[in-house]
């Protein structure tokens, strides 16, 4: 499963259960939004992230990194947004039009071959999410019960 099904899976997902998508991004799509590091004078896009999907609910938003295979380093990217404040400049900017309270940052990725390995990641992100073969979801982690 290519990284694009994963996170069009997600987005057929989240807008079927009352999720606003406020943007995506897969490989190749040009849709994105890049959200830069708050120090100024930054490089064009260097150091600079682009989320696979945010999405809002209620004063919930949602930041998925999606994969088509288990890779840790993406893992800690994620628990970098989280135990940061780099990019709460953009992340604030992205968000002005929302009411949100809660920001959580989490993975997706195809639910056969990779579950295994991304239960032992727990401990760095806030979600992780699956998807089958057949597009299926399945929340496989939530650290906070009730965000999906």
């Known amino acids: 499963m290519r990284e694009e099904d994963v996170t069009k899976a997600i987005i057929h997902w989240l807008t079927k259960n009352r999720w606003k998508i406020v943007c995506f991004d897969f490989p190749q799509s040009g849709t ?27 004063s919930i938003c949602v930041f998925f990194e999606n994969k088509d295979r288990f890779y840790y380093p993406d893992y800690e990217k994620i628990n970098r947004l989280i ?31 990779h579950k295994r390995k991304s239960q032992q990641s727990t401990h760095v992100v806030d979600f992780i999410i ?16 009730g965000i999906f």
């Open 32 to 58: 994105g939004i890049f959200l830069h590091p708050n120090n100024e004078g930054a490089e064009k896009n260097k150091n600079s992230i682009n989320p696979d999907i945010v999405a809002v609910r209620d």
């Open 83 to 113: 135990v940061n404040n780099n990019y709460s400049n953009a992340i604030d900017k992205l968000l002005s039009a929302y009411s949100i309270d809660n920001i959580y940052y989490g993975i997706g990725l195809p639910i056969e071959k």
């Open 130 to 145: 699956g998807v089958s073969e057949d597009k299926d979801i399945s929340v496989l982690y939530e650290a906070y019960k």
